[in-house]
């Protein structure tokens, strides 16, 4: 099947905004980041890596963060965990709410007792985030007694029972591996195990099917899937590639040059997509069908981070560009129910 009706499929079948309501209430909002701007601040400049986003994360829901490298996915994860290294890093403006509380003013103390335990993190190279010196079942047991008042072996249970929830085979001779005598799928498998040590309740997965191959990546998907039925965690999913997003996502956030430029139902992201960034996207998809000797492509390249073009950040590659797009941002602006979309063709 090629790409361009696989997507097709996928937005039939995922559920349309009546669907949505149905299952995931509008006021359910487990997280709420709200003007997210985090900042890096070098010897060259300062590098607005994220620069004004918002978007919430409903109970059971997955919602899916978008968009080339660059564009501040990533950075945006690791603000809600307060993992940003500063210097140079900082979150100079937004607010982060979850559970009552605002992340972006809480102490230390206070996102260590979250992080891991309430909202946990899938990081995207399993052979780094993974220590090499330790075991595998080492490292999940003692992430899961930093949370939990249990004893070694009760630790050791519960490890053992989250790498054959994961599917993986012959768990007691993996429990005592370490990380390099894993493939890379196994890693990732023991690297989500791991995150859901503690029962989270929002599990964000940065590219997690980004070093693996197709097999594995669908095995994967299908596992991420089941935890979120299972579970009805959660699910904060990062990726650039808009296959996966049709595939397991629910809601998606389309980011450039540090900020959301679209938020809508997956089903109309793919099917109806308004912001000329998105529509580039999904007219590079490859569609066998159509007699071409030359795929479609979005012109130029991302911005630099620390000369970013003033006005609307991708009008230097847009076809559709007026002169007020090199003069002023977007709005924001709400063209249908769930479906918001930055752009000055709208509003």
Same mark, same amino acid.
């Given at each position: 099947?090629?790409?361009?009706?696989?997507?097709?499929?996928?937005?039939?079948?995922?559920?349309?905004? /009546?669907?949505?309501?149905?299952?995931?209430?509008?006021?359910?909002?487990?997280?709420?980041?709200?003007?997210?701007?985090?900042?890096?601040?070098?010897?060259?400049?300062?590098?607005?890596?994220?620069?004004?986003?918002?978007?919430?994360?409903?109970?059971?829901?997955?919602?899916?963060?978008?968009?080339?490298?660059?564009?501040?996915?990533?950075?945006?994860?690791?603000?809600?965990?307060?993992? #940003?290294?500063?210097?140079?890093?900082?979150?100079?403006?937004?607010?982060?709410?979850?559970?009552?509380?605002?992340?972006?003013?809480?102490?230390?103390?206070?996102?260590?007792?979250?992080?891991?335990?309430?909202?946990?993190?899938?990081?995207?190279?399993?052979?780094?985030?993974?220590?090499?010196?330790?075991?595998?079942?080492?490292?999940?047991?003692?992430?899961?007694?930093?949370?939990?008042?249990?004893?070694?072996?009760?630790?050791?249970?519960?490890?053992?029972?989250?790498?054959?929830?994961?599917?993986?085979?012959?768990?007691?001779?993996?429990?005592?591996?370490?990380?390099?005598?894993?493939?890379?799928?196994?890693?990732?498998?023991?690297?989500?195990?791991?995150?859901?040590?503690?029962?989270?309740?929002?599990?964000?997965?940065?590219?997690?099917?980004?070093?693996?191959?197709?097999?594995?990546?669908?095995? #994967?998907?299908?596992?991420?899937?089941?935890?979120?039925?299972?579970?009805?965690?959660?699910?904060?999913?990062?990726?650039?590639?808009?296959?996966?997003?049709?595939?397991?996502?629910?809601?998606?956030?389309?980011?450039?040059?540090?900020?959301?430029?679209?938020?809508?139902?997956? /089903?109309?992201?793919?099917?109806?997509?308004?912001?000329?960034?998105?529509?580039?996207? #999904?007219?590079?998809?490859?569609?066998?069908?159509?007699?071409?000797?030359?795929?479609?492509?979005?012109?130029?390249?991302?911005?630099?981070?620390?000369?970013?073009?003033?006005?609307?950040?991708?009008?230097?590659?847009?076809?559709?560009?007026?002169?007020?797009? /090199?003069?002023?941002?977007?709005?924001?602006?709400?063209?249908?129910?769930?479906?918001?979309?930055?752009?000055?063709?709208?509003?």
């Amino acid at each position: 099947m090629n790409a361009t009706h696989h997507h097709q499929r996928a937005a039939e079948q995922s559920p349309g905004p /009546s669907h949505f309501a149905g299952n995931v209430e509008m006021d359910n909002v487990v997280l709420k980041v709200n003007n997210l701007k985090t900042y890096f601040f070098t010897r060259r400049g300062v590098v607005r890596a994220v620069d004004g986003v918002s978007f919430d994360l409903k109970k059971g829901e997955c919602l899916c963060l978008d968009g080339e490298s660059g564009c501040g996915k990533t950075v945006t994860a690791l603000s809600i965990l307060g993992l #940003i290294d500063s210097p140079p890093g900082r979150i100079v403006c937004g607010q982060i709410n979850y559970d009552g509380l605002d992340l972006v003013q809480c102490s230390s103390r206070q996102l260590r007792k979250i992080r891991g335990n309430d909202i946990a993190i899938v990081f995207q190279e399993a052979q780094s985030a993974l220590n090499p010196v330790l075991t595998v079942g080492d490292q999940i047991i003692e992430q899961i007694k930093l949370h939990r008042p249990l004893n070694y072996k009760e630790a050791r249970r519960r490890a053992v029972e989250l790498l054959a929830e994961m599917g993986i085979p012959s768990v007691e001779r993996v429990m005592n591996y370490y990380p390099h005598q894993l493939s890379g799928g196994m890693k990732q498998r023991a690297l989500i195990a791991m995150s859901l040590s503690c029962d989270p309740k929002i599990l964000i997965a940065d590219e997690p099917t980004t070093a693996v191959d197709v097999t594995i990546k669908a095995q #994967i998907l299908d596992t991420f899937r089941e935890l979120k039925a299972k579970r009805q965690m959660s699910l904060l999913f990062i990726t650039h590639d808009l296959a996966v997003v049709a595939e397991i996502g629910d809601r998606a956030v389309v980011m450039y040059g540090g900020k959301d430029v679209e938020t809508a139902p997956v /089903s109309e992201i793919i099917s109806n997509p308004k912001h000329p960034y998105t529509a580039g996207l #999904i007219a590079c998809l490859p569609d066998v069908s159509k007699a071409t000797d030359k795929l479609a492509s979005i012109p130029g390249t991302t911005p630099d981070p620390l000369e970013m073009p003033p006005g609307c950040a991708f009008h230097p590659r847009c076809d559709r560009a007026m002169a007020i797009c /090199s003069q002023q941002q977007p709005p924001r602006v709400a063209v249908s129910g769930e479906h918001k979309v930055s752009c000055h063709l709208y509003g």
